[in-house]
């Protein structure tokens, strides 16, 4: 709970770089520990992509709203933009 953000951002960059092969630049980063955040309930479609754009979106609000859902949606989105 207590870890640097900057240190996690960097982390998990360098993870999505590892599964992905991705070596370009990264433009902006935010990272951010929601404690007491809580999502609606409603549908959990896991991750959203669009391959005609490129475009995926992952997190928890995605997968149920708890950390476990943030990490799974970006593993699906992964697992889909490797599909695609």
Same mark, same amino acid.
């Given at each position: 709970?207590? =870890?640097?953000?900057?240190? @996690?951002?960097? %982390?998990? @960059?360098? !993870?999505? /770089?590892?599964? =992905?092969? &991705?070596?370009?630049?990264?433009?902006?980063?935010? !990272?951010? %520990?929601?404690? &007491?955040? %809580?999502?609606?309930?409603?549908?959990?479609? $896991? &991750?959203?992509?669009?391959?005609?754009?490129?475009?995926?979106?992952? $997190?928890?609000?995605?997968?149920? $709203? %708890?950390?476990?859902?943030?990490?799974?949606?970006?593993? /699906?989105?992964?697992?889909?933009?490797?599909?695609?």
């Amino acid at each position: 709970l207590e =870890t640097d953000p900057d240190l @996690i951002a960097e %982390r998990l @960059i360098g !993870a999505f /770089r590892d599964i =992905t092969g &991705y070596a370009g630049d990264v433009s902006e980063q935010i !990272a951010h %520990r929601w404690l &007491y955040a %809580r999502s609606t309930d409603g549908a959990c479609p $896991g &991750y959203l992509w669009d391959s005609s754009e490129g475009l995926g979106l992952a $997190g928890d609000w995605l997968a149920g $709203g %708890r950390v476990e859902g943030a990490w799974e949606s970006a593993a /699906r989105l992964v697992a889909a933009m490797k599909d695609d």
